[in-house]
């Protein structure tokens, strides 16, 4: 069972405009949201989490929004860069829980 | 400090043949994991320890063992190689505690022929 969805496999958009990433979960016990960037080749590396406490966390051009009654969160990334094109994975944990689940991911691609 | 490694970064196994997937942190991490992603997949969790001497189940365990006998490492073992085994492999550590942000290696691509 897919616990986190990542529905979109692909975004494009223009550098300097607003890259918005969703992600959807099922799972009520989950409680501690992180997203995660990936380059081709090399593993993935933390970008910004957010706890169910909160409804947003920014970090620089990055901010996470949660939503936890509709089960979903969303990454922005304002502006977009060139250097943003990655695959960004969404997941999710209950709090220090070892059994972190996946989204499938977003291939994001910022045009220059 | 090079954080988490992985070797090798590239390995054919033929049908049947076994194999170690080495994995090594140098950030003092207790929390160790092994994660596998398929092809237009998330990752998936395997194994992972929370300690020396201390490990457990993910969600998809079967066909993999592995061993914590230090802090520093937390091999992989593949028994009998199977296609179904195909698949890029992270290993990743946390600091434990509060913090929940896993530091992912490189990975290892394996392909089982």
């Known amino acids: 069972d897919q616990q986190v969805k990542q529905n979109s496999p692909s975004l494009s958009v223009q550098e300097g405009r607003i890259s918005i990433l969703n992600c959807d979960y099922t799972n009520s016990m989950f409680d501690y949201f992180l997203w995660y960037k990936k380059y081709p080749a090399e593993g993935p590396t933390f970008l910004i989490s957010i706890s169910s406490i909160k409804d947003k966390n920014e970090d620089g051009r990055f901010t996470v929004f949660l939503n936890k009654s509709a089960k979903h969160l969303s990454l922005h990334i304002v502006p977009s860069q060139p250097g943003d094109s990655a695959v960004y994975f969404c997941a999710a944990t209950p709090y220090n829980n070892n059994d972190m689940r996946f989204g499938a991911g977003t291939r994001l691609t910022v045009k220059p | 400090n090079a954080g988490v490694t992985q070797t090798p970064k590239f390995r054919i196994l033929k049908i049947g043949q076994s194999m170690t997937l080495q994995c090594t942190q140098d950030?003092?991490?207790?929390?160790m994991y092994w994660y596998r992603q398929d092809p237009g997949m998330g990752l998936k969790l395997i194994y992972y320890?929370?300690?020396?001497?201390?490990?457990d189940k993910g969600e998809v365990p079967n066909g993999y063992n592995v061993s914590r006998s230090t802090t520093e490492d937390f091999p992989l073992r593949l028994e009998l190689a199977a296609p179904s085994q195909t698949s890029v492999y992270f290993c990743?550590?946390?600091?434990?505690?509060?913090?929940?942000?896993?530091?992912f290696g490189p990975g290892t691509r394996l392909t089982v022929l």
């Open positions: 950030m003092n991490h207790n929390y």
């Open positions: 320890s929370v300690g020396a001497g201390i490990t």
């Open positions: 990743a550590s946390r600091q434990g505690a509060r913090y929940n942000e896993q530091f």
